[in-house]
Each structure stands twice: as C-alpha cells, then as structure tokens.
C-alpha cells in the first residue's frame, strides 16, 4: 500500500490543526493577548481598525448608542473611502499593481496604483458630467470586469452609494433594485464571456430598464466586436471617461456615517432587503479583518474568487485589500475554463499568497481530483480562507492539504451581507484550527448561541446564533425602512426595556466547550445554494406568477457540491396539464424573477400541500422529503395521508 492513503486516513482522523510555525513567524497577529485587550478596551479597542485608514477629520465619540439598535461609529470622523483605497497609496506604491485581472479568454490587465488613481478619477468625472449628485445611488449591473471595481471607487469618490446587482441577476430583478433604492443611473456592460463564448448582457439590462422610470445609462464595451447587440441610446462608457483621463475630481469628505453603498439581499418576505452601509464602520471593519484575519500585508498578491456582485467582493476584494494597499486579483471566468485547473495556473503565475474562496467551489475541486492542483507550483500560498456556508472537515482537510501543502492556515469565515465583514473565525496566527466549526468570534465581537427565549445553551446543544454587541461593519439600517430592520434583526431577543439589544442573524449553530462555533445552517426562509443567498418567498411568488399554478412552497434540498438546491412543490390549477414543457415554464419563470442561479433543481407536482389545522404550509416536512430523511410528526396534520404521495412524487422526480 502506498503512502498516500495511509497519510489521508491520519488527516481525515485529525480534529484540531494548530497554526503552522511558518505562518506564524510572519502573521499581522500573533498574541493571543488580542482577545482581552478588546475586552478591558471595548469599545475604544475598534479604534484599532479606525487607525489603519486616514481621516480627513478625527472621530469624537468611539461608539454612540444612545439610539439603539441604531448604532453610530466614529461619529463626527471624516473620511473619503476611495481616498483611503487609492490616493494615499500612490507616494510609497504608485507603480504597485492594485488590481491584477484576468479575462477568461486569457488576456490579462494590470492596474497599477497609479493607474487605478488615473482611471477612477475619469470615471468620477464622468459621472459628474452624467449628473450625479452626492447621495445620488448609482446603479452597477457588471459582471467581473475592472470598471466594475473602478466605477465603484468612482461613486465613493463622489459621495454617491452605489448599489451593485449580481449580473447573473436577471431583468426584472434588476429593475426591482433600481426601484428600491431610487436609483435613475446604471451602469452596465454589452457583455462577458462564459466557457469561452460571448455572452450577451445588454439584452437583459434593456429588458430591464424597460421596467423603470427613464435612467441615464452608460454600457462598458467589454465584448466590443463580439458584442451581441451594439448600443443604441445608451452611453458608451469609453466614450465618456477618455476625454477626463488626466482630469482629477477632488475625493468628497464623507461623514463616517454617510452611506458607502446599499447592497440588496435576501430575506423572509419576497422583497430583497437594501442592507446599508458606512463609509468610516464599514470600511475600518473590512480593513481591520483583511489586517487581522486573511493576514494582508501590501505586498502580498491577495485573490478572493468570490464575485463582486456579493458582499464577498465588496469586502474583500475591493474595500478591505484596496485599503491595505495590497494587490487584489480579479477573475472573470469559472474555475474550469478552459480546464479544471484554472485557478491552480492563476494562483501559480501570480504567485498569489492567500486564497479566499467558497466550500461549493472546494467541494467541485475534490470531484475534479488533485491532478489539477498537483501540476502547479502553489508553493506562494500562505494562507486560505472559506466563506458563505458551513464548510464539512473532508472538504476543509482536502483544502488544507492539497491546495495549502499542510503548511497554510485555514480560516472559516462566518459573516452576512448585513455584518459588513467577518465575525467568527479563528486568527491564523493564533488559534488552533478545527474543520468543521467556524471559530471563536473575532476580538471584540459578542457572539453566543441561545434557545427560543433568548437563553444560552449549554455546549454541544443547538441553537440560534445571536450577536449581543455592536461592531463598525455592521449594517446601519435597511435603506429607508427602520420598521423592517428593527423587525428582522433585533425583534427576537432583544429587551428594550432593559436596554439589552440583540442582534438575530437567523443562523442555527452550537458551541464547543472552547467556545467555538460551528454554524448549522438558516433557519429562516432562506436556502443557500452555492454561496448564493436565496429567499424561498422570492422562488415562490416567481411560480405562482405563472398562469396555471395554483400553489406553491420551496424549500431546500442537501447537495453534495452546491451545498443546497431548491426543491419547488407546485399544486397546479383544474385542468392544467402537469407536463414537461409546463415544468419547464416554471423554472424559466424563476430564471426571469431571479436569475438562473436560483433555478430549481426539482419542480414536483402535487395535489395538496401539508398544512396543520391552521393552514400553515409544513415547510420542515417538506424539507425532510427533499432530503430524504426520517419525517417529523405528521399527526398534526390537516392532510396526514398527503405526504406519502408527496414522497412518491419526489422519489418520481429524482429518478426522471
Ligand atoms: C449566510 C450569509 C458572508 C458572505 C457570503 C454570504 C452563511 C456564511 C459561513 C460560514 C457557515 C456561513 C450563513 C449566513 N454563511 N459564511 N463560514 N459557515 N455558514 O453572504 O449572502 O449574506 O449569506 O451565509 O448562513 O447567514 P450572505
């Protein structure tokens, strides 16, 4: 018997992984001490974050909570965010690449701190040429593409929030969030490549503007002579910014607590929630967790293969590694194009130092197998890191080994659109690693897992995961609807009366006896498929929508890679055909509503739904069907004898 198989059986047997001596030698963070010294400070200790960018004015109050929960950080500070990424950069790292892109295609661009400073000042003039205001939200409708980045700097450079919508998101979404947050600018692309076509995204976009009041629109030529559709009334983008090259429009002092950007994500109900964000918290928070957690030093070459369109990318592709001064990479395409080791080349010819990625993407590399990594030199790597959904010990080891060569960190990042930026997760040059479970929270950060009542449970046992104190990141409201955000996220535990504020972030998880946490999932009315937040109201509306279905309830079903799928049950009306093409109907409908990511993977017709006496839809029960597992009690039931058909339908289903 070889080796190999000897050693992967130890690894598989390993609980905990302490932080490699090589790591440590050289790590931001190294004493333990840390977690004290925010205690014995707090909340002066998040002056630490503070003190890693430039204001413009000093803050004079640390933490002002004299409104709870509507918390302001470094209040009365002043500061410009794209100052902080770029400008103060440009003396000691000028000539430092800031953003290195690589094109699917291949082709590649290298934007220098120099560079960026040059081209994201043409497109703040240009924006001020189109009209825009401070607090005016643009809207950003761009795939991975370098403007996507560059326009977004550009809006913080003139005070005006941009909200970014995921390009995979389709028309009619788009349209909702341009609603939503008031938004009459767009800027978009004609389109990206994908597997190696051109994929065409102006369509979408006009179908989408289509569905709002009259926007000024400005489209980036990505595709140029591949360009689907070429551009009609819109504004094209290069026509715009080249005249300003050279030009410089003066950074905006922003309040620390005037909006950076709005990002729009999903919840409960069937309206995505517009999270809003801070220029001086948020930005401190995701310079502090680049510093203190991914271990950013600026001369690292730092890659995070998250999307832009996702909070992931906002912190920490752009904000938190951009105000580090450090190099970010940027990838426009899919992990296996043109082959499965794409990212090993990518990782390889940039000598990229840390990895930041999602357990889906992890999970597809085991299945591809390590020859894909093995024929790259990855020996640069010195740190990894995981984000979006509970990462299982197989895939964490695969990682740790294959792709860390047993000599990197790993850190399991748990955090939200609404958190800003990382909340629990070990310090790789600190604590002892165990795959499986997230970590500690981060210094500074209260975090406890509760029963129903609010009361923490012991160790071991399940429960909800709650946040009993405030932190800069954290999201300041929902963009224009206090109402809603007092009821999302500080309605379940929190004790007014007693001045006790605690934040719900709707996550199951339980505590070790160390105290680390290992998060179990949502458990709202949320699945999370491949790392993408997805709102089973939003999946629902989309199918009862189509002429025909009468009923519908989505639920999410376990996946070996994506981590979850949705499951869509549909009780048709009289008379209409449960055929294919009508199943088919169903899913385009969810494609138009959402966006193809949202997709169901199983559409399962049924006569009836399980409903107790009051007529509440028995989701749980229908998640356990999905999954296969041992039902919960069913006598409570209104329609007991439904769910065997149900069951047979599924079985039906996943054979077809
Ligand atoms: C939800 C937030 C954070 C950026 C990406 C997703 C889940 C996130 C972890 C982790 C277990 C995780 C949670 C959370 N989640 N990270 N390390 N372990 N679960 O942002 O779309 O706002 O989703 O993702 O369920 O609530 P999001």
């Known amino acids: 018997m070889s080796e190999e198989p000897q050693l992967e059986a130890r690894l598989e047997a390993q609980e905990a992984f302490e932080p490699p001596a090589s790591f440590v030698e050289q790590a931001n963070v190294t004493d333990e001490s840390i977690y004290e010294a925010f205690e014995e400070e707090w909340p002066a200790a998040w002056e630490r974050a503070a003190d890693l960018l430039d204001w413009e004015r000093e803050w004079d109050q640390t933490?002002?909570?004299?409104?709870?929960?509507?918390?302001?950080?470094f209040v009365g500070g002043e500061l410009n965010a794209c100052a902080n990424c770029v400008d103060?950069?440009?003396?000691?790292?000028?000539?430092?690449?800031?953003?290195?892109?690589?094109?699917?295609?291949?082709?590649?661009?290298?934007?220098?701190?120099?560079?960026?400073?040059?081209?994201?000042?043409?497109?703040?003039?240009?924006?001020?040429?189109?009209?825009?205001?401070?607090?005016?939200?643009?809207?950003?409708?761009?795939?991975?593409?370098?403007?996507?980045?560059?326009?977004?700097?550009?809006?913080?450079?003139?005070?005006?929030?941009?909200?970014?919508?995921?390009?995979?998101?389709?028309?009619?979404a788009l349209a909702e969030r341009m609603e939503a947050a008031d938004s009459d600018v767009l800027v978009t692309c004609d389109g990206?490549?994908?597997?190696?076509?051109?994929?065409?995204?102006l369509s979408k976009a006009r179908e989408g503007l289509d569905q709002v009041d009259e926007a000024t629109t400005v489209v980036v030529e990505r595709l140029g002579e591949d360009a689907p559709s070429t551009v009609g009334s819109e504004h094209v983008y290069g026509d715009l910014v080249d005249p300003h090259r050279g030009s410089e429009v003066e950074p905006v002092t922003r309040d620390a607590e005037d909006m950076l950007f709005l990002?729009?994500?999903?919840?409960?109900?069937?309206?995505?929630?517009?999270?809003?964000?801070?220029?001086?918290?948020?930005?401190?928070?995701?310079?502090?967790?680049?510093?203190?957690?991914?271990?950013?030093?600026?001369?690292?070459?730092?890659?995070?293969?998250a999307d832009i369109g996702w909070i992931t990318g906002h912190s920490y592709i752009v904000y938190g590694p951009l105000a580090l001064g450090t190099t970010t990479v940027m990838y426009e395409g899919t992990p296996d194009y043109p082959e499965k080791d794409r990212l090993w080349e990518i990782v390889d010819d940039y000598d990229v130092n840390q990895l930041y990625t999602a357990p889906t993407a992890i999970r597809s590399f085991m299945k591809w197998g390590t020859e894909h990594p093995d024929t790259h030199d990855l020996s640069s790597l010195r740190l990894l890191g995981t984000v979006g959904e509970p990462i299982?010990?197989?895939?964490?080891?695969?990682?740790?080994?294959?792709?860390?060569?047993?000599?990197?960190?790993?850190?399991?990042?748990?955090?939200?659109?609404?958190?800003?930026?990382?909340m629990i997760s070990t310090l790789p040059g600190v604590g002892t690693m165990k795959p499986g479970t997230a970590g500690p929270p981060l210094p500074g950060i209260g975090a406890d897992v509760v029963d129903s009542e609010g009361v923490s449970v012991a160790p071991g046992?399940?429960?909800?995961?709650?946040v009993d104190r405030p932190w800069p990141g954290m999201l300041r409201t929902l963009y224009q609807n206090d109402e809603r955000f007092l009821e999302e996220y500080w309605n379940s535990y929190s004790d007014p009366e007693d001045g006790e504020w605690v934040y719900s972030p709707e996550d199951g998880a339980k505590l070790d006896d160390d105290g680390y946490i290992t998060v179990l999932g949502r458990v709202d009315d949320v699945v999370n498929v491949s790392g993408h937040r997805i709102g089973t109201m939003e999946v629902e509306s989309a199918i009862v929508g189509v002429e025909g279905v009468a009923e519908a309830a989505v639920v999410g079903s376990d996946h070996p890679v994506k981590g979850e799928v949705i499951y869509a049950y549909a009780i048709t009306e009289e008379g209409q055909p449960e055929t294919e093409s009508f199943r088919e109907e169903i899913v385009e409908s969810v494609e138009d509503g959402i966006g193809s990511f949202a997709?169901?993977?199983?559409?399962?017709?049924?006569?009836?739904?399980?409903?107790?006496?009051?007529?509440?839809?028995?989701?749980?029960?229908?998640?356990?069907?999905?999954?296969?597992?041992?039902?919960?009690?069913?006598s409570t039931l209104r329609n007991p004898d439904i769910v065997t058909d149900i069951q047979q339908e599924v079985r039906e289903e996943e054979d077809r």
Not at 392 to 418: F, L, M
Request: aromatic letters at 12%; proline letters at 7%; one cysteine or more.
């Open 599 to 634: 997709r169901p993977a199983e559409v399962v017709f049924t006569p009836e739904l399980p409903k107790t006496r009051s007529g509440k839809i028995m989701r749980r029960l229908l998640a356990d069907i999905a999954n296969d597992d041992t039902l919960g009690n069913t």
């Open 461 to 466: 046992e399940a429960g909800y995961l709650v």
């Open 63 to 73: 933490l002002d909570d004299s409104e709870e929960p509507f918390y302001e950080w």
């Open 88 to 172: 103060r950069h440009l003396d000691e790292r000028g000539d430092q690449p800031a953003i290195e892109w690589v094109g699917e295609p291949g082709e590649t661009r290298t934007y220098s701190y120099s560079e960026l400073h040059e081209e994201v000042n043409a497109a703040a003039a240009t924006l001020r040429d189109l009209g825009v205001e401070t607090d005016d939200v643009v809207t950003l409708y761009m795939p991975m593409i370098p403007e996507l980045p560059i326009v977004m700097l550009a809006c913080a450079r003139i005070g005006a929030p941009h909200s970014v919508v995921f390009a995979g998101f389709s028309a009619s």
């Open 263 to 305: 990002m729009y994500t999903s919840g409960t109900t069937g309206k995505p929630k517009g999270v809003k964000h801070t220029t001086g918290g948020y930005l401190s928070y995701t310079a502090w967790t680049s510093h203190a957690v991914l271990d950013i030093e600026p001369a690292d070459t730092y890659w995070c293969a």
């Open 392 to 422: 299982n010990p197989r895939a964490w080891k695969w990682y740790y080994r294959h792709i860390g060569g047993s000599s990197c960190p790993v850190v399991d990042t748990w955090w939200q659109t609404e958190t800003g930026g990382m």
């Open 192 to 201: 990206y490549y994908r597997r190696g076509s051109p994929l065409d995204h």
